[in-house]
């Protein structure tokens, strides 16, 4: 728990952990927690302190079902130019493949 740990907001929010979804895709025999809390953590990009929210945990764990393992790494600015770079990626790909192949190319590929 290195580098997490609860706001010291008092007025945070709390939300009920659903205990159906929770860990679903786990197959885990983890207990559950009883509330998720807003937790505040140091992005391991820009060491920015960010905040996870009771709210988008409740949807990563339950709506998205991942792994209760997972954790936030990275603050939003992080994660947009992350996301940012891999739409660039995929638009580059797919340039690529739309590309007409050259003459010479058959020569250079295998199989
Ligand atoms: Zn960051």
């Not at 009883?34 to 992005?43: I, K, P, R, S």
């Not at 792994?67 to 947009?80: G, P, V, Y």
């Amino acid at each position: 728990m290195r580098n997490r740990k609860r706001t010291k907001n008092k007025a945070e929010t709390r939300i009920v952990v659903d205990k159906e979804k929770w860990g679903v895709n786990d197959n885990t025999y983890a207990i559950p927690p009883d509330f998720y809390y807003d937790v505040e953590y140091e992005c391991s990009d820009c060491s920015e302190r960010s905040v996870w929210t009771a709210l988008q945990q409740k949807h990563w764990y339950e709506e998205l079902g991942k792994t209760i393992n997972s954790f936030a790494k990275r603050c939003q600015i992080c994660r947009a130019r992350i996301n940012a770079d891999k739409e660039d990626q995929k638009r580059h790909m797919v340039e690529m493949a739309n590309k007409p192949e050259h003459p010479n190319e058959k020569f250079f590929k295998k199989g």
